[in-house]
């Protein structure tokens, strides 16, 4: 029989909103999640029934056990912590105290939906035959937390059957849920490239090789790879987000530094739209006589939900919710997960879970200066978690 779960949380919601609250005041970039980690640490160590591996992935993060040891199938329940690089331009009494960072995609919510998830679970640990591993990942934003906390073997010992995440989602109202199967968010291959050429006078651009004017052709030019290289029925994006170069208005620079990124929700597509990119570049250095320089940096894979494993998030979601507020066949989006690669080893299912409050139009979205984690969701978030492994566990043990 499944504990009430609901229930059990409730004595506790007070204090994961006064939690969230507080990190999401104290936010921190990938591999920096010191002050988030040691927080998530000194509730898990009030906890019974747990086995907590410290530092792993670079040094901030976490993998607390239920039941370590205990026989039966285990799962593996994720939370991202870090923070992006933004600058919080909204008016909450717990906005950021950290000027250039926030927490503009929820993750100060994930982190302790899976720390409410902690402090129930631990409760009913008997009833668990199995083992549940809480997995608190740093470095989703940028730089694979996921890849190197598989790396340190938060999949092994004991061995995980399946691994499941939620991510917050603006879009969606209050109460609904999304588990689709199948791919669900893009591959990425975000890149830098430094460009140089010879500065000069503005007045005379002849005497110079301009990297400007080469910087925004190619940027241009670039737009063309969905529909001339990759089929255009495959959805990619080539996105250009930060341009650094030149220091006045009358100086032609002899330097200029570019970035962005690549997305596509098919490997295929993501290997010759990458492909493309560097031969856009061959032929710009050609045409202006400057030289380019390429860097690709960590490439996530597509995020692909297993089948099986979307199915029963949809069951479960059904139970909790009703079957009115669950959404089965949901297009992917072209953001990127680095929860992917755990999709990639074991069966997985990322679901996406309502932010907009209800009877709102609109809610701000992720990585917007306004975006705020709705601490409504968190009693959802956490039940929802709960309910996946307890039943998960109940399923498949022997």
Known sequence: MQPDFSSSLQPHLANLIAFRRDIHAHPELCYEEERTAAKVLEHL????????????AGGTGICATINAGKPGPCVLL???????????LSDLPYKSKHPGKMHACGHDGHTTALLGAAYVLTEHADSLPGSVKLCFQPAEEDGGGGRRMI???VLENPKVDAAFALHGWPDIELGHVIAAPGPMLAATAPFEIDFTGCGGHAAYPHKSKDVLLAVAQFVCNAQAIRPRFVDPLKPVVVSFTQIEGGNTHNVLPDRCHLKGTIRALDSQSHTIAKRALEQFLRSTEANFGIQAKLKFLEDYPVLINDEKCAAFVAEVAEDLLGPENVVIDA????????????????????????????????????????????????????????????????????
Do not use: S, W
């Not at 991202?80 to 919080?88: F, G, K, S, T, V």
């Not at 209800?358 to 975006?371: M, V």
């Open 45 to 56: 160590r009030e906890l019974p029934a747990l086995t907590i591996q410290e530092r792993m």
């Open 151 to 153: 790396d340190d073997g």
């Open 331 to 398: 297009p992917p989006g072209m953001g990127g997960e680095d929860f992917a690669f755990y999709a990639q080893k074991v069966p997985a299912t990322m679901y996406r879970l309502g932010l907009r409050p209800k009877g709102a139009n609109d809610y701000p979205n992720l990585h917007n200066p306004h975006f705020d984690f709705n601490d409504n969701a968190l009693a959802t978030a956490a039940t929802m978690q709960c309910t996946i492994a307890h039943r998960f566990l109940q399923t498949h043990a022997n």
């Open 78 to 88: 994720r939370a991202d912590m870090d923070a992006l690089p933004i600058q919080e």
